[in-house]
């Protein structure tokens, strides 16, 4: 049987690698000046060694990010730590500054591998239920996250089609309908068609990649030409197939809430500030319409809850 690298299931296997990760990331930026100062490197040849990691880093994960929807989650993740650690260890026996530069690029392509593997591994092999509630996949929830993110904590704007999710902005304050058993079931089934699709597309098309495929499937939802490149994606990605499921996804999330599924997106935009508004008069009164109650309400009453969600 696969060992699934997932979150809930498999937190002995997953929780250590973060917890790794990160302590190889806090001994870079707190130790490793220290550690180049001790062997008398000058100021000048201390700054090159410190950018050289995070300028690889951040230039390798234009190559590993698509990399990372295609490959084998654990090989990936395995061997970039491996040779993390490797490099760390060499690091305390070298004084050359020409091998601690070598050096500090391969632990920046170590970790620019890191990265991206561990989401993609929590998207791919999170059951859809444990993921960011589904609703945040129909259109409602892109029209929010646009919204959300104008800019980035650094105070960057950011373009309208290029969103970036931030729990804090995006998850947090979203109002999830109070849907029924019916329409939570429906929403469920178009997600896994959803994620099952493009797994299945992928798996056949190893070159495939999220990215190229929405990109065609906004082409076509604007009805905008192809180029000879994103018809192939078009076809090997079955792009219109994603696409309806996706319009299907919005009715489905649509009727949830009681709207219409063409309502435009500044409308949309109003009503959910609206709907935030009424959720957080209904929290100050006592009213909590939990997401997952089994998770967040365990010291509340059976009682309680039933009655919570009755209103």
Avoid at 265 to 287: H, M
Wanted: a neutral charge; charged letters at 15%; one cysteine or more.
């Amino acid at each position: 049987m696969p060992v699934r690298l997932g979150l809930r299931e498999n937190a002995q296997q997953f929780t250590p690698l973060v917890i790794v990760n990160a302590f190889v990331g806090g001994t870079v930026w707190s130790l490793l000046q220290l550690l180049l100062a001790t062997k008398s490197f000058t100021l000048t040849q201390i700054g090159t060694v410190a950018a050289v990691y995070p300028a690889v880093w951040g230039l390798g994960q234009l190559l590993t990010d698509p990399l990372a929807d295609r490959l084998c989650k654990k090989d990936p993740l395995f061997w970039s730590m491996l040779l993390q650690g490797a490099v760390l260890l060499a690091m305390l026996f070298t004084s050359s500054y020409p091998a601690f530069l070598a050096l500090a690029a391969l632990l920046g392509a170590g970790t620019a591998l890191v990265y991206p593997t561990f989401l993609t591994a929590v998207a791919e092999y999170t059951p859809a239920t444990q993921r960011g509630h589904l609703p945040l996949l129909a259109r409602c929830g892109l029209c929010h996250r646009r919204a959300a993110d104008g800019t980035v904590s650094s105070g960057i704007p950011r373009p309208p089609h290029d969103p970036v999710y931030v729990k804090s902005r995006c998850f947090d304050p979203f109002p999830f309908p109070a849907a029924t058993e019916a329409q939570q079931a429906e929403i469920h089934k178009l997600a896994e068609q959803l994620d099952s699709h493009r797994k299945r597309q992928q798996a056949q098309h190893p070159t495939l990649t999220l990215t190229d495929l929405y990109n065609v499937v906004e082409k076509l939802r604007a009805g905008l030409p192809l180029t000879a490149k994103e018809q192939v994606t078009h076809e090997n990605g079955l792009a219109a197939v994603v696409l309806e499921l996706h319009k299907q996804l919005d009715a489905a999330v649509a009727a949830a809430y009681d709207w219409a599924p063409t309502l435009p997106d500044a409308e949309l935009l109003t009503r959910l500030v609206q709907l935030n508004q009424q959720r957080a008069a209904e929290e100050a009164a006592g009213t909590v319409r939990y997401l997952r109650p089994a998770y967040q309400a365990k010291s509340v009453s059976s009682e309680q809850l039933a009655m919570s969600n009755e209103q």
